[in-house]
């Protein structure tokens, strides 16, 4: 498990290895889990709003280098 990104300091963006297909991340941290597909991006999950909001702005500001990321450790 590689943490990408923190968002406030109590969630963070996980890509793990060796993880179940399609391509996705995860937004973790004070007892949430949620996966975000990289395509198309949408998140499935439980989770304050504000922060599934901002979690989406960074990962689609970074969609390209997720997806290089996910292609290296799971092709």
Excluded: C, F, N
């Excluded at 406030?8 to 941290?29: C, F, M, N, S, W």
């Excluded at 390209?64 to 092709?75: G, N």
């Amino acid at each position: 498990m590689t943490t990408k990104h923190r968002i406030r300091q109590k969630y963070r963006i996980e890509l793990r290895e060796r993880d179940h297909g399609p391509a996705h991340v995860h937004l973790t941290g004070a007892g949430i889990d949620v996966v975000v597909w990289l395509a198309p991006l949408s998140a499935e999950g439980a989770g304050p709003r504000d922060v599934k909001a901002e979690a989406l702005e960074w990962i689609a500001a970074h969609l390209e280098e997720l997806m290089e990321d996910w292609k290296q450790w799971h092709e």
